[in-house]
């Protein structure tokens, strides 16, 4: 069939939409094939809700220290077997280590053996910020406070007196300071932190219990589920609102079990409730964490505290907090949340009260919500389909219209034994070789283009004898 018939256009453009398709939505896949992080626990880590988790540095399964710097990204919807990876460019090596990133989003800082630095997302490069002598203790952690351009640091900074207090970073100035307010709490280090907007203040928790903190007030008890007293590299993190506070995981050290519950606290009820449990090969220590559109997210970590290290069976795990539920696929929200704080009738105080367990241990709902990419990839194929159907439809009726147009207008007898109808594709072929296409009369003579030949043929005439002649 010719290339200009209207069904092989139709082909044409339907395959150029394909293309364009295919193009259009290729970044999506693209991040899954270039990059894939080695699993990795001790990693510093921070996320802002709707946009990424952001991972850097740790141990990999040898143990040694690992370089990679990457972010989950959670703007997008995925599945827990292929997040959303995207490199950013390379970090400290240290694990363990203070990070976090400015309430703007606009910079990553990290802490490692004394040395402040920053990730500007802007240059997309990290920067050397200051040297601290005293700012030398693993298993440090770090939140942005309600100033844009400062980053909090519990017992990172180191007195004259040998005591420590909050190390307070000024982003904008690139220099550090001190409240100069001490604490008995212990251990000050290997905790997890995090800054919460309903309260307006920071929860602070290690193996001793929970605490509160704020600049203007110090450090206050705040009371936490008896279960996590005695762990470590469990992980902490309060949703952008505040309404929501997640503590998964952590281990004990004197018999080495580590744990796969997970606990939420609703902060303007100052209730907490425990979730079910992953499996025990799912549950982890010092991972990475971070909560969007109503989902906790964990990354890495390690089952037991052993050597060599014993790695989760799933390197990402989701727990949807709608329906206390463990996922197998992150939805993305629709519109970035912001980080305003509900007002409360009565400012809440520290009296919290932890609910019985709302479920027992269960397995990963694999079912989950639909992917995003699936209904695209769907509605794609299905408009393909009818539209291919459509064009097919339309060529065969098109074809079928002339046909009988040729039947009943321009008939032409060849050989004066067969008779052909001949259609566009034919009349175009014999025009090329320079013969005129015209309507015969079967008993007349006609004279073909002198160009070509002086011979006289009759209507019934067959033309591959004319060399004879």
Known sequence: MHWKHPMYQTACL??????????????????HAQFQPVLAFESSSAFIEGRGLYVLGGFNAAPAHITQTFMIDLSIP???TRPAYKTLPLGPTANWFASALSVDGQKWFALTD???????????????FFTSPGARVFGLAAASGPETEKVYI????????????????DLKDKSYSTDNITSSIAPQNVYTFT???????????????????????????????????AREGNCMVSSGSGSKVVLFGGGIIANNPTFGDIF????????????????????????????????????????RNDRPVIAPKQMTLVYDLKTDKWVSDYIAPTTIPTTTIPTATNPPGNDVSLSPSTSSDSKIDTAGS???????????????????????????????SR???????????????????????????????????????????????????THYYTAGYDYSNREKY
């Open 78 to 80: 995925w599945n827990t």
């Open 264 to 303: 939420i606290l609703d902060v303007p009820t100052l209730t907490w409730k425990k979730g079910p449990s992953t499996s025990p090969e799912d549950a982890r220590r010092s991972c990475a964490c971070a909560i969007s559109n109503d989902y906790f997210i964990a990354w890495g970590g390690q089952v």
């Open 154 to 169: 519990p017992f990172g900074y180191l007195n004259q007196d040998g005591l420590r207090s909050m190390m307070i970073v």
């Open 114 to 128: 004394g040395t402040g630095q920053v990730l500007d997302f802007q240059s997309n490069e990290w920067v050397k």
């Open 195 to 229: 800054w919460n907007a309903y309260l307006k203040s920071f929860l602070f928790a290690n193996r001793a219990g929970m605490y509160k903190y704020t600049p203007s007030s110090g450090w206050m008890n705040f009371n936490g589920p008896q279960e996590l007293l």
């Open 403 to 453: 046909v009988k147009s040729s039947t009943s207008d321009n008939p032409v007898y060849m050989n004066g034994q067969t008779n052909k109808f001949v259609d566009d594709e034919d009349r175009n072929e014999e025009t090329s070789r320079g013969m005129k296409t015209v309507q015969l009369d079967p008993f007349k003579s006609y004279q073909g283009p002198q160009s070509l030949s």
């Open 14 to 31: 339907l395959l150029a939409y394909i293309i364009c398709l295919l193009f259009s939505i290729s970044p999506h896949f693209s991040v």
């Open 370 to 400: 639909p992917s995003l990419i699936g209904l695209i990839v769907g509605a794609i194929c299905g408009g393909l389909t009818i539209g291919l159907i459509a064009g097919i439809a339309y060529g065969y009726r098109d074809r079928k």
